[in-house]
């Protein structure tokens, strides 16, 4: 069983920064396809970004993301991050780190969020 932990979320003007963090344990030696999705109230959970936690760490973006977020692995310390640039109002929500013990299928995993099943509680992300 794998147990995600998130960090780093708060409230921050729009153009600024933030960094969230997930931190893993169980079975971390498995690899296995993260990612970060976010949630807005009465809407469905969104894909951000993903990463393979093998060798060649291979990432997916969102395309509302792509040139502002930059997702990576620290397989040493069991961490994931998510580097936020460039933030707007739009990207207000709550994040969630996720997992799944198998490899990444592409972009396609940001699709819907069936396609993780070990979940964080999530961290908020306020940008005004």
């Known amino acids: 069983h794998v147990q995600l932990v998130e960090s780093g979320g708060g409230s921050v003007q729009a153009g600024g920064s933030l960094r969230l963090s997930c931190a893993a344990s169980?079975?971390?030696?498995?690899?296995?396809?993260m990612a970060w999705f976010r949630q807005v109230p009465g809407k469905e959970r969104e894909g951000v970004a993903g990463i393979w936690t093998g060798t060649v760490g291979s990432v997916y973006y969102a395309d509302f993301v792509k040139g502002r977020f930059t997702i990576s692995r620290h397989n040493a310390n069991n961490a994931l991050t998510l580097q936020m640039d460039n933030l707007t109002p739009e990207d207000t929500g709550m994040y969630y780190c996720?997992?799944?013990?198998?490899?990444?299928?592409?972009?396609?995993?940001?699709?819907?969020?069936?396609?993780?099943?070990?979940w964080g509680q999530g961290t908020q992300v306020t940008v005004s």
């Open positions: 169980g079975y971390t030696y498995i690899r296995k396809c």
């Open positions: 996720t997992a799944v013990r198998r490899s990444c299928a592409g972009t396609q995993d940001l699709a819907s969020s069936k396609n993780f099943n070990y």
